[in-house]
């Protein structure tokens, strides 16, 4: 099979966030981004429409050349990655998401075995965070908090407003009201490590904070070693190419938010 780029798929921007750090620790592999900005958000969709919008990313990255995708999105992976891995994947071709790799590594943070998951609404009701860390471990106790205001929040870039601390302080306060004995967090959305600053000032100090990029970048690389049959599969110029499915130039303009530099991008028609 011809080498290709990895491919990297999220409903929107929040994404980028998760590929920042896959870039910044492989850096000699070619990648697509490919934001489905047009149909955003996700998070508020019914598990048949994120099926079925994944899906349609997900070809058209394989048909751009991609070998591998990853799904850089929480509720992508949620609610479509089973179903596309079980049913629609053609012969040489993976789909990935950041649910496994997130929780295969929950044990390394908590002390405890209390676990607080922030998410959108759409990955709390598929219950995905909770059954993947009892499938690992059955002995953590997960206790799950919908924060749908934060997704506008950073879409709007109002991070560090006075909206943006009493909302966090709220839902930060409804967590801890389930259980005071969570020591760990994880942010299973990928747009809220733009709110962490504000996060870190309303849990206490001795509570860890898991954004999901670093965990999933090196679970990639862990991947890729592991098998080299897909490793051999991705081309290595170190090019990287942005598609949304919105307008180009406002996609361009609020990537630096969440990728911290500025991009090209180009519109494309799934």
Known sequence: MTQGPIGIFDSGYGGLTVFKEIQKKLPQYD???LGDNARVPYGTRSFETVY???KECVYKLFDLGCNLVILACNTASAKALRTIQQNDLPEGKKV??????????????TKNNNVGILATQGTVLSESYKIEINKFFPNINVFQHACPLWVPLVENNEITSTAAHDIVEKDIQRLFAQSTAIDTIVLACT???????????????????????QLVANKLEDYLIRHPEVESKCSTNASLTFYTTDDAKSFEENTSIFYGQLVKASHIEV
């Open 191 to 213: 747009h809220y490590p733009l709110l962490l600053p504000v996060i870190k000032e309303y849990v206490p100090s001795h509570v860890t904070v898991l954004s999901q990029g």
């Open 31 to 33: 990648y697509i981004y």
């Open 96 to 109: 990935l998401g950041v649910i496994r790799p997130t929780t295969e590594s929950i044990n390394d943070y």
């Open 52 to 54: 079925e919008y994944t």
